[in-house]
Nanobody, 127 residues
């Protein structure tokens, strides 16, 4: 059973940092990709980052470039999203997703490319 569990969200002041975790189970991470998305109230789900362990490919959305970094804990089935210099506009629920079982893509940062999602973790950036 494919499962994704996010953690690490919380309240942080502007300019601060957070590291989100996505713990995976039920599939072999080496063969698939993990993408991070976020969704703020009233807005569409936005692609933040993509890491493919089969092709060693990493992509970032425009809002993440230069501030966010995605990585994996070697030997563990956990993917991280390190977020630095957070700003109020980064406030959202953050989700991880995997392309397990998919052979077609609308785009690596498009939410329609993913069928398996975690429950999300809230990130609030406020003074």
């Amino acid at each position: 059973q494919v499962q994704l569990v996010e953690s690490g969200g919380g309240l942080v002041q502007p300019g601060g940092s957070l590291r989100l975790s996505c713990r995976t189970s039920g599939f072999t991470l080496n063969y698939y990709a993990i993408a991070w998305f976020r969704q703020a109230p009233g807005k569409e789900r936005e692609g933040i980052s993509y890491i493919n362990f089969s092709t060693n490919t990493i992509n970032y959305g425009e809002s993440a470039k230069g501030r966010f970094t995605t990585s994996r804990d070697n030997g563990k089935n956990t993917v991280y999203l390190q977020m630095n210099n957070l700003q109020p506009e980064d406030t959202a629920v953050y989700y991880c997703a995997t392309d397990y079982g998919r052979t077609d893509y609308a785009g690596v940062l498009s939410p329609v490319s993913y069928d398996y999602w975690g429950q999300g973790t809230q990130v609030t950036v406020s003074s």
